[in-house]
């Protein structure tokens, strides 16, 4: 069983930047699928960036693209995201999740509040 645990979530300001973190309890290699994902009050969770195909490429939503970024340190086992120009849409609890096989796991997730 892997355990995730995010850190990084906050209150933040239109246009400001915020970096999020996925601590792993194992090892990071051998996971197919890596990623950050959100949801905002009433809305389905959506996928917002994942290192997939055992790493080979990353898979970012519309809406992100060219203000978020994925990365991982291995050594640390860990996971980030680095959310720039960020926006009052951006607002959501991230969570994020790590796929190995037909294993899935999910943090508990962090809130991001994007807002004056």
């Known amino acids: 069983q892997v355990q995730l645990v995010e850190s990084g979530g906050g209150l933040v300001q239109p246009g400001g930047s915020l970096r999020l973190s996925c601590a792993a309890s194992d090892s990071i290699f051998n996971f197919n699928h890596m990623g950050w994902y959100r949801q905002a009050p009433g809305k389905e969770r959506e996928l917002v960036a994942a290192f997939i195909t055992f790493g080979v490429s990353t898979r970012y939503a519309d809406s992100v693209k060219g203000r978020f970024t994925i990365s991982r340190d291995s050594a640390k086992k860990r996971v980030d995201l680095q959310m720039n120009s960020l926006r009052p849409e951006d607002t959501a609890v991230y969570y994020c999740?790590?796929?190995?096989?037909?294993?899935?796991?999910w943090g508990k997730g962090t809130l991001v509040t994007v807002s004056l």
């Open positions: 999740n790590f796929r190995r096989g037909a294993m899935d796991y």
